[in-house]
């Protein structure tokens, strides 16, 4: 989702539905030295995986920030993937295995549960911070795309946000992006799967899945953050 946002963010501050030759991860804050960021191009488009504890406060407080979440089922199932395809992480495992991980927080960028509520209780009431949702962008991306240029004050007509929101498919980013990714993948795999929400259903088995519900009303039954597990 974060590199998705990114790129609807980048056209809307260019003003143009072009996709930029850019790495995003260039642009991320964990991978980058202060130095590197300041002398970027601004407007500045950054962008992370990291917990609230680890930003700068001057970022926190003197920008404007969208966040993003994903529905943990379909998190695993992404996270689970990704693993499997990054050459340098070189997960072997099956995803029986990983979801054994995934449960309980241990794999990298940590708890689902623990990053999502933290940054959601932390957004309440700021101004300065805008929460979208994976699965309504992939119900309706333009009207996500029209809110998010309402949120950061750039004029963004009609047309373009239908641009942009073509642009940024889920079939042109895979069709377009794969030859700008700063990672090696194994073999044929692709960094775009599929982007569907509700696909956890096709790894999660009825055990797994009832597992996971016990903790998600364990974990969530005093947390408001809206989430959605199909559409």
């Known amino acids: 989702g974060t590199h998705w946002l990114w790129e609807v963010i980048c056209m809307l501050t260019e003003g143009k539905a072009e996709r930029l030759q850019l790495e995003k991860e260039h642009y991320m804050i964990e991978n980058s030295s ?50 499997v395809a990054d050459v340098e992480t070189d997960y072997t495992g099956k995803f029986p295995a990983f979801y054994e991980l995934f449960r309980v927080g241990n794999v990298p960028n940590g708890d689902w549960f623990n990053y999502n509520k933290t940054w959601w209780e932390w957004s309440k009431g700021r101004p300065n911070v805008l929460w979208v949702t994976y699965e309504d962008a992939k119900l309706d991306l333009k ?23 073509h642009e940024c498919s889920f079939k042109k980013m895979k069709a377009e992006k794969h030859n700008l990714l700063p990672f090696e993948l194994r073999g044929d795999m692709s960094f775009y799967r599929k982007g569907q ?35």
């Open 34 to 83: 202060s130095k590197t960021l300041d002398n970027l191009k601004e407007p500045r488009v950054l962008n992370a995986h990291v917990y609230i504890e680890q930003v700068p406060e001057c970022l926190l407080e003197n920008n404007k920030i969208v966040l993003i979440s994903r529905n943990p089922k379909d998190t695993a199932v992404s996270w689970y993937n990704h693993n």
């Open 143 to 165: 009207s996500v795309t029209k809110k998010i240029a309402k949120f950061l004050e750039i004029p963004a007509s009609d047309e373009l946000c239908q641009a942009i929101a």
């Open 197 to 231: 929400v509700g696909d956890w259903k096709n790894w999660f088995t009825v055990a797994q899945n009832e597992d996971f519900d016990r903790i998600w009303d364990e974990k969530m039954k005093d947390c408001d953050l809206p989430v959605q597990f199909t559409i």
